[in-house]
């Protein structure tokens, strides 16, 4: 009987474990922990130093030096990558915005690049060209596109992995961005 | 003014719950007869006064009255009025009326049909049910409303998501609603039952038919939304193991298992702790489904605008629903006696196998979707878990499912003998012979070995079904008029059983032929190109830019399929870029002779005058939509039995004489 007892017991003790992890799920959303979002090992720390010859012929180097001084988002992206559509014509606001916007072509060759930037518009004050992907191992590149928001001192502040929506740029982009100002 | 009738209506019906959920339950305790019929009246208010809030708010819609927001924020006026309606349960808050609308409808109709039910286990089922509503609609109250008004009213709304601007999608929340709602109704038997502490033959037998109906509405829905992805989503897929679709198939598998077990019930009066639990466990997912969906605790491609408090909100629902209902379990479970005893094979230990296999599948679709929160609360890292995952633990498990599903009913009850059911389905395994050695001869490449196991099963289960309904049916030389007697006097569950057993067959056909034998042809294509698919000829005829639809903008191409040399088809897959939200959304062309599909998707331009295609040859896709189809229609056959619309169930022999074995 006892031991029938411990077996009708046993739905129940696994729904208070699973129910424990969904709480804590929710808990952890509320601080802002979203279960879409890869924490980054570069937040808080400087930019990566990086000179990387520029997409755009005839211009010079795109240096890391470069970012001190404003605020900068740094985009990498690549021709090849379906989502960089998705967050391509949202670009044009952040840097309406104020923010210098800086492109990293991530393992991508130069003419398809620049055909891409073409046929969508070039919404980018410097573009790098990162032929062999070398910086983007430096900036800890998981998936394309990513985006690394960086303060007037050149440390990252703010770290996102698949595309900027519009809602990301509105509440989370903008108003961080306008902190970082100040 | 409408809103406020729609809010003041759902005000109305949280307090008519309120009380539908109480004086029945104390009325049933006490024996008092007026306490208890309380519950029919109420729960007939409770239906017309939820029914006018969804009135309500579908007024809004259909009149596009941008004063209330979440009008503003999912249509727009040059919106079809198909999908202006369809925008009622297109977004959160009103998807939860639909939720309460369909709960309120079940409820009415266990009170009309009900009127065979003993009043003490009708007054608390109802009750229970009213409790569920109660939740549901306080919660719709505090933080999903959808009356809620704008001020100033802007002139016209932002659009509902192009995705969902679908035939197939604007029926399919519906279905599955009415699937996922439907086991509330088993799940308030069940509860009403562990109150009384008596789970008897008769009580399974009125239970099935809300089973059945829920389980045949959730198979529907669930095969809709499969369609809808495959032929939207543009990628030649069909299932993607998506959180999403696993919150709605965990539901249906419980649900299945459940099917089979009230049977043993029915039958044999016994596995009944088991069955009420698998009843908790099908409600329960449901709810699970509904939390993971609206809480934005895991993530998906298709969930809504997630939201902490409404999760929390949720949990706390599942809480007091699962939580309160398996405390009750583990207190009352005892005094459900156990019934007859039986052999491991027979009907009964089939029946048993099947629910093992289909709870433990369950269990790893319901482990692999929560296994990266799992972790993730663990701070063990963020994993995803994929197909593979998927693919290599539930196929195994759901392969002697249908293995055994040809033998199970040919197993009499109690004891049978394993060599004479498997003698009278020989043609059955003879046939999966030679399907299989037909396979390996004809087909080539790495996967014919499975191609041809997979072939074999479904072969087996088929033959098998068919045999032995034919079996039933004529079982020796009889004339025309005979015939048809046997054939009226076969019960129609037994018609629903081999519809539904002989639709899985065709379902696993379509499963194993499109991951066989797919061919995908992914390329640039200048007008006047021929690229050759599976034997089709393709031919890019043209694309013609800027075809206006009702609410978006479309490249439409042209393709001309041939097939040596005569014309098949012509394809017109479209781009299209709504307005609405600005949006795009790419439109496969399909063309099916019910073998296979022809499915085209044009991609964008290259600068040379080249757009990428993406051309398709899916074998067999067909079947999985028509088999799961005739599954959902073997359920509703089953559902019209003479056994559920006569008045009193007759008792079994066999119940009583089980019983005065155990003394």
Not at chain 1, 126 to 150: Q, T
Not at chain 2, 232 to 258: H, I, K, Q, R
Not at chain 2, 438 to 456: D, N, R, Y
């Amino acid at each position: 009987m006892s031991k029938r007892r411990l077996t009708t017991f046993l739905p129940v003790a696994i729904f208070v474990v699973l129910v424990g992890f969904l709480a804590y799920r929710l808990e952890l959303i509320n601080q802002g922990n979203m279960p879409n979002m890869i924490p980054s090992v570069m937040i808080n720390r400087p930019v990566p130093t990086f000179a990387l010859p520029s997409l755009i012929q005839g211009r010079p180097d795109v240096v890391s030096k470069e970012l001190i001084g404003h605020v900068t988002l740094i985009d990498v992206f690549a021709s090849w990558c379906v989502p960089c559509r998705i967050e391509h014509p949202y670009l044009a606001d952040i840097k309406k915005a104020g923010i210098f916007l800086v492109g990293i072509n991530y393992k991508d060759q130069p003419e398809q690049a620049k055909a891409w930037l073409t046929k969508l518009g070039n919404p980018y004050d410097e573009i790098a060209s990162d032929y062999d992907g070398r910086v983007g191992i430096d900036f800890g590149v998981y998936g394309v596109p990513e985006s690394y928001l960086i303060d007037k001192q050149g440390v990252i502040r703010f770290k996102q992995t698949g595309p900027l929506t519009p809602e990301d740029i509105d509440h989370t982009l903008l108003p961080l961005a306008r902190e970082l100002n100040k | 003014m409408i809103p406020e009738i729609g809010h003041f209506a759902l005000i109305l019906a949280l307090f008519v719950a309120l009380t539908q959920a109480v004086f029945p339950l104390i009325g049933a305790a006490r024996g008092n007869q007026a306490w208890m019929d309380l519950s029919r009246p109420a729960s007939a208010a409770q239906f017309l006064l939820v029914a006018i809030a969804f009135g309500a708010l579908t007024w809004c819609y259909i009149t596009s009255d941008f004063s209330v927001l979440n009008v503003v924020q999912n249509s727009h006026t040059n919106k079809p009025m198909l999908y202006k309606i369809a925008g009622v349960w297109g977004n959160h808050e009103g998807s939860m009326l639909l939720w309460i609308f369909i709960l309120a409808l079940y409820g009415v109709t266990v009170s009309i049909f009900g009127s065979n039910l003993p009043p003490a286990l009708r007054a608390r089922t109802l009750a229970v049910q009213a409790m569920i509503a109660f939740g549901f609609i306080l919660f719709v109250l505090l933080t999903s409303n959808p009356f809620l008004r704008l001020d100033p009213a802007p002139t016209n709304g932002e659009g509902l998501n192009p995705l969902l601007q679908d035939p197939g999608l604007a029926f399919h929340p519906p279905f599955l609603y009415l699937g996922y709602v439907g086991f509330s109704m088993a799940f308030s038997f069940a509860i009403a039952a562990l109150i009384e502490g008596r789970v008897d033959a008769a009580w399974a037998r009125w239970v099935r038919p809300w089973t059945l109906a829920a389980w045949c509405f959730l198979t529907f829905g669930i095969a809709m939304g499969s369609w809808w992805a495959y032929y939207t989503l543009g990628w030649g897929g069909w299932w993607y193991w998506d959180p999403v679709e696993n919150a709605s198939f965990m539901p249906w598998l419980a649900g299945t298992a459940l099917l089979h077990s009230s049977l043993v019930v029915e039958r044999r009066d016994t596995l009944k702790s088991w069955t009420i639990l698998l009843t908790i466990i099908a409600f329960s997912f449901s709810l699970l489904g509904t939390f993971l969906v609206r809480s934005g605790a895991l993530t998906s491609v298709h969930s809504f605008a997630s939201d902490p408090a409404r999760g929390v909100f949720i949990l706390a629902l599942l809480v007091a629903v699962t939580g309160g209902s398996l405390t009750l379990f583990t207190l009352r479970a005892h005094t459900l006696k156990g019934g007859g005893l039986f052999a491991p094979v027979s009907r009964e230990g089939s029946l048993m196998i099947n629910n093992i296999l289909l709870s433990a599948a369950a269990g790893t679709v319901l482990l692999g979707t929560l296994y990266p929160l799992f972790m993730d609360v663990l701070n063990l890292g963020k994993v995803s878990v994929g197909p593979p995952f998927f693919n290599a633990v539930f196929i195994p498990l759901m392969v002697p499912v249908a293995a055994l599903m040809s033998v199970g009913p040919v197993l009499s009850w109690k004891r049978a003998n394993l060599w004479t059911a498997l003698r009278g389905l020989k043609f059955a395994g003879l046939a999966a012979l030679v399907v299989v050695i037909l396979t390996w001869v004809i087909a080539t490449g790495p996967s014919a070995l499975w191609t041809g196991a997979g072939l074999g099963l479904a072969t087996w289960l088929l033959v098998g079904t068919l045999t032995t309904f034919v079996t039933r049916l004529i079982p020796t030389r009889i004339s025309l008029l005979e015939f048809f007697h046997r054939s009226l006097a076969i019960p129609r569950s037994f018609y629903g059983m081999t519809l539904a057993h002989a639709g899985l067959a065709i379902v696993i056909v379509g499963i194993v032929g499109s991951t066989s034998w797919k061919t995908e042809k992914i390329q640039v294509m200048h007008f006047g190109d021929t690229i050759n698919v599976a034997g089709y000829e393709l031919t890019l005829k043209g694309v013609e830019e800027g075809v206006r639809g009702p609410n978006y903008i479309a490249s439409r191409a042209t393709f001309i399929a041939t097939k040596n040399g005569h014309f098949v088809a012509t394809l017109n897959p479209e781009k299209r870029m709504y307005e609405m939200p600005p949006r795009p959304t790419t439109n496969a062309a399909i063309h099916t002779n019910f073998i296979g599909d022809l499915y085209a998707v044009i991609g964008d331009p290259d600068e040379k005058g080249g757009y990428v295609t993406r051309l398709y040859y899916n074998p067999l896709v067909p079947w999985i939509f028509i088999g799961a189809a005739i599954m959902a229609f073997g359920g509703f056959v089953s559902l019209t039995d003479r056994r559920y619309l006569i008045g009193i169930p007759k008792r079994n022999k066999e119940t009583l004489l089980s019983k005065s074995e155990q003394g």
